[in-house]
């Protein structure tokens, strides 16, 4: 994805139609990465409006050149999902919360949740651990580069590499084991 | 792309993957994520400019540290160290001639003031012999 200098001039600027260019251009992302993260389609929404708000706080201090913006805007994804985590352990949100919020948002493409591949490949994405997930997630289903994701999560290549070659085992191990229990 | 790594997992997971890849969002989230958006630029427009931050790249950050600390270490110094509450004991002594280690610097300079009007009593006898010539003779 060629992202040009202009853009990102005109995001640091706080350009309106900028920001409509990365709304446009990553709320499907940021919507699928929290999404795998935890299944919850009504909460990926509540934190991709998050994600935005934080970004256009953030964007302005972002250092390094265009080439930079998908790492960042991962980065500033995955600081979402932490805070969100750290938000839940606290409150232990009650059940009627949830059912409330998902009438307030419709559920995603009903085709996604019916299926009950994606609903095994969910499942499985989610019991890895965090970190290899995170990184699985960055690299398989949004296609970052090595260097991307490495420079997202804020950890060396090699890491990057051992955790995503041992993701790619044991996902294929769960799904295996899943497709053998069915 | 030969590194284990870098390639996908497998033909029936990618195909999995690439059925997640194609998750879109409804039309109402994207509303959503774009009023997000419009009401966090217009809060950071509403922002006062001296609660507003910049990007500073650290490397300056510790130059600037390390000037105005070296800066502030050689200003307070000589306060430390004592040396400023000396005086200067470097004053004029009988003769014009400076002397060291003279203990009142007030008590210098109205020596000093003395001496010059004696000295400058001494220029007129030199200067003018025909002065001192007159006032003999009256």
Redesign the interface.
């Known amino acids: 994805m060629a992202v040009d200098y202009e853009f990102v001039r005109g995001l640091r600027k706080g350009e309106s139609a900028a920001y409509e260019a990365l709304v446009c251009r990553f709320e499907a992302p940021l919507f699928r990465y929290f999404l795998a993260s935890h299944g919850d389609p009504q909460l990926a929404g509540e934190q991709s409006v998050d994600c935005f708000g934080d970004l256009v706080e953030s964007l302005p201090k972002m250092t390094g050149g265009a080439q930079q913006l998908r790492p960042f805007v991962f980065a500033v994804a995955r600081n979402v999902l932490r805070r969100q985590w750290r938000r839940r352990s606290r409150e232990c949100e009650p059940l009627a919360s949830a059912s409330q919020a998902i009438d307030r948002w419709p559920a995603p493409d009903a085709a996604v949740e019916s299926a009950e591949d994606n609903a095994r490949l969910f499942k499985a994405i989610r019991s890895l651990d965090e970190p290899t997930r995170n990184v699985f997630l960055l690299r398989f289903i949004e296609q970052l580069s090595i260097a991307e994701v490495a420079e997202s999560v804020a950890e060396p290549i090699g890491t990057v590499k051992s955790r995503l070659h041992r993701g790619r085992q044991r996902l294929q191990e769960i799904l295996q084991s899943m497709s053998g229990l069915s | 792309m030969n590194?284990?790594?870098?390639r996908?997992?497998?033909e029936s997971?990618d195909e999995?993957?690439a059925?997640?890849?194609?998750?879109?969002?409804?039309k109402?989230?994207?509303t959503?994520?774009?009023?997000?958006?419009?009401?966090?630029?217009a809060r950071?427009?509403r922002t006062l400019w001296w609660r507003r931050?910049?990007?500073v790249?650290v490397p300056l950050v510790i130059a600037a540290s390390l000037v105005l600390v070296v800066t502030a270490a050689a200003s307070l110094w000589p306060i430390l160290d004592g040396s400023a509450t000396r005086p200067d004991t470097a004053v004029l002594g009988r003769n014009g001639v400076v002397e060291a280690g003279a203990e009142s610097p007030g008590w210098s300079v109205t020596r000093s003031f003395i001496l010059s009007i004696d000295s400058l009593s001494r220029m007129d006898d030199s200067f003018c012999p025909d002065l001192l010539e007159d006032r003999n003779d009256t």
Not at chain 2, 19 to 26: E, G, K, M
Not at chain 2, 32 to 40: I, L, P, T
């Open positions: 590194d284990p790594s870098e996908l997992p497998d997971l999995l993957l059925q997640f890849r194609a998750v879109d969002l409804p109402e989230m994207r959503a994520n774009r009023e997000a958006v419009r009401r966090a630029l950071r427009d931050s910049v990007a790249p």
